[in-house]
């Protein structure tokens, strides 16, 4: 069974820093682009972060650029974010995925994606 698995959610104040893992397993990403996304409360999920297969390119939403930043570590199958600066407005749940191709075009703007965590939950206090 595929999955992919998010950690490292939690609550912390304004200007604190989270960094979240999203460990694949059932099958290996090493060639797929991975990113986050998040959803916030009465919100659409918005696109986050996304690396390619190779981890040589990267691009982020405006809301978090400067701020955010993902890396991956293809030997351990594992993608991750890591969030400084935190702001309240960061509060959402946050969803690891793995694009079908190995490019960051493969997964943003995308409605068909390989597989999805189940989330794990930020809350930024002000």
């Known amino acids: 069974q595929v999955q992919l698995v998010e950690s490292g959610g939690g609550l912390v104040r304004a200007g604190s820093s989270l960094r979240l893992s999203c460990v694949a397993s059932?099958?290996?990403?090493?060639?797929?682009?991975m990113g986050w996304f998040r959803q916030a409360p009465g919100k659409e999920r918005e696109f986050v972060a996304v690396?390619?297969?190779?981890?040589?390119?990267?691009y982020y939403n405006d809301p978090v650029k400067g701020r955010f930043a993902i890396f991956r570590d293809r030997a351990k199958n594992t993608v991750y974010l890591q969030m400084n600066s935190l702001k309240p407005e960061d509060t959402a749940v946050y969803y690891c995925?793995?694009?079908?191709?190995?490019?960051?075009?493969?997964?943003?703007?995308?409605?068909?994606?390989?597989?999805w965590g189940q989330g794990t939950q930020v809350t930024v206090s002000s």
């Open positions: 690396i390619n297969w190779s981890g040589t390119s990267t």
């Open positions: 995925a793995a694009a079908e191709g190995g490019s960051t075009t493969d997964f943003i703007g995308t409605t068909s994606l390989a597989a």
């Open positions: 059932g099958r290996t990403f090493s060639n797929n682009a």
